[in-house]
């Protein structure tokens, strides 16, 4: 009877185990799927970037000094992620939701400064997503990315209430090291926007 028992509780482990095996592995899949949807908005992007139609031109448009603050302060925000795992694996609860709590509060004021970059671009520049393929182009790309931003920081937050209330498990130690890599991803994108869009656009 015993010995039953003990079988059925490891047998449930491993099922467990297995169930949350598959969801990483179905978030790998998401993140594939975003790397097409990245890679196809770039290409689109590089094709009608030149095409202003008399508007205003990638040169005219962007202030770097803001851009550089944003790139600065989600760079930072990848670093806080790495601790919050760090924290995880050492098992310091406070930790991690501190480190997590922090990388939310960066990733909040990189979108509030994106934010106020298009809402600038609209109301004093008059460069609506209509005005020309360029700007068509520039808004869906750096758009998206910060959509990916805002639903991170929805799901981190989200996180942070399971953190309070469950601690460390199995499933919220998924949960964290599947949100690093999902923060770390947005990080790597962006980077190229930083290159692709804005240093380029300047040049």
Known sequence: MAQAAVHSGQHDHHDHHDHESL???????????DCILFGSLFATYAVLHGNTNGGPTPHELFEMPGVIAETFILLTSSFTSGLAVLSMHQ??????????AVTALLGASFIALEVTEFVTMVVHEGATIGTSAFLSSFYTLVGTHGMHVSFGLIWM???LVQLRKRGITPV????????????????????????????????
């Not at 969801?23 to 799927?33: A, D, P, Q, S």
């Not at 090291?177 to 930083?194: A, K, R």
């Open 23 to 33: 969801k990483t592995f179905g978030f790998w899949i998401f993140l594939i799927t």
């Open 91 to 100: 098992g310091k609860k406070n930790g991690l939701i501190g480190w997590l």
């Open 157 to 159: 937050l989200g996180l």
């Open 172 to 203: 919220t130690k998924r949960k964290v090291e599947v949100i690093s890599l999902y923060w770390h991803f947005l990080d790597v994108v962006w980077i190229f926007v930083f290159t692709v869009v804005y240093l380029m656009g300047v040049m």
